[in-house]
C-alpha cells in the first residue's frame, strides 16, 4: 500500500472510486514536486489538495457537508443563522437605497436560500444574489436547493466565476467558513530561526512533511508575529495565510460600498499564537473526524486552518475597509435579533420549540460555536454603524 493511502485509525474507508481520484491527484502532485526541486511549499500542496480542477476536495464531486458528509456548518445546523446573517445585511442595502449580495463559496446553497427568504420578510431584497464558487457540482447543488426552497427568488440568483468587475458592487459581502480553507504557509522555530514546512515524495513512497530554509516572505512573516506576541520558543509551529493581502485587495477593488461580514473559527493574533497553541491550528476533517495528517488521501478531506483575524483587519483596512465591528458568533448573533427570532416559534408546539432551543444552543454556547467562531464586519464608502454589533464590539482585541 502506498503511503498516501495509509489508513487512519477506526475512520471510514475511502471507496475504490474515491482512491483512484485521489491517486490521480496524488500523481499531479508528485509532478508539482519534482518540477519544484523536490519539495513543495505548504500552500501549494494545500491549493492542489483543495482545488485541483475535477480532482481537488472543492473541485470534485464529494459529498462535503452534512451527516453524510465531512463537516456541518452553521447554516446546515439551524436556519436561525442564515436569517440572523440577512438582519445584519439588511441595514446595510436599505442605507444603499438597495444594492446586491455576494457569497463566497455557498456550499450546499442553504444559506443562499435562508438569506433571500429573511431579505423578502423584511422586504429588503437585493436586486441580484451573487454566488462566487468554483465548484460546478455545487453550483447545481445550489441551484436545486434555491429552486426548491425559495423558487420565486431564483430568477435574482447569479452564479459567478470571478469577482465583478473594479468598482461594480454596492450591497453586502457574505462569507461563512471562507477564510479557513484558504491555503496557508506553515513554519517551525528552529535553533537558529523560522525554518518553513515541505512537502517532499513521490506516488511510490508517499509524501512527507519536511523543515527547510525560511525564505525572506516567511522570515518577514515570523518576524511580523513575533513583534507582535514575542519571541516563539525553539520547536514551535504555526502557520500564516499568505492570501489575505492579495484577496481583500481584489475585494476593495470590486466594493464601491457596502459591507463585508466574515464568520469563521479563529482568534486574535495574541490569542492565536499563544504558547498553548504551539503545534499551531492546522486540521483535518473527515467523515465528521478531526486530524492532523494532511497528506493521507489527498482530495479526500477538508484542509482548514484557524483565522488570524488581526491578519484579517490589516489587510482589510491596507485595501481601504473599515473595521466596523468585531465578537464572538454568539454575540454577533444576538446583535442580529437571535432572541426574538427564537420567541417566534411557539412554546406550546414543544417538539418545535426544542429543536429551535436546541439548535440556538449550538449556535451560540461557548463550548459549541459560540465562541469558536468569530464575526468581523468590514464596510467601505458607507457611513453606517453595523447593527449587528452593537451588543458587543470587541475590535481592542485585534
Partial sequence: MRAFERSLADFPAPSSEALAVCARLVDQIAADIAAAGGRLRFDHYMQRALYAPGLGYYAAGSRKFGAGGDFTTAPELSPLFSRCLARAGAPVLAALGGGDVLEFGAGTGTMAAGVLAELARLDCLPGRYRILDASAE?????????????????????WLDALPPAGSLRGVVLGNELLDAMPVRRFRIGADGPQELYVRGDAATGFELVAGPADAGCRAAVAAIEAAVGPLAEGYESEWNPALPAWFASLGETLAAGAAILIDYGHPRRAYYHPSRARGTFLCHYRHRAHDDAL????????????DFTAVADAALAAGFEVAGYCAQAWFLFGCGLEALLAEVDPEDLPRHVEAVRQVKLLTLPGEMGERFQAIGLTKGIGLRLPAFALRDERGRL
Fill in 138 to 158: 455545487l453550483r447545481e447543488r445550489q441551484r436545486a436547493t434555491l429552486a426548491a426552497k425559495v423558487p420565486a427568488l431564483l430568477d435574482r440568483v447569479e
Fill in 296 to 307: 493521507v488521501w489527498p482530495g479526500l478531506q477538508d484542509l482548514t486552518a484557524h483565522v
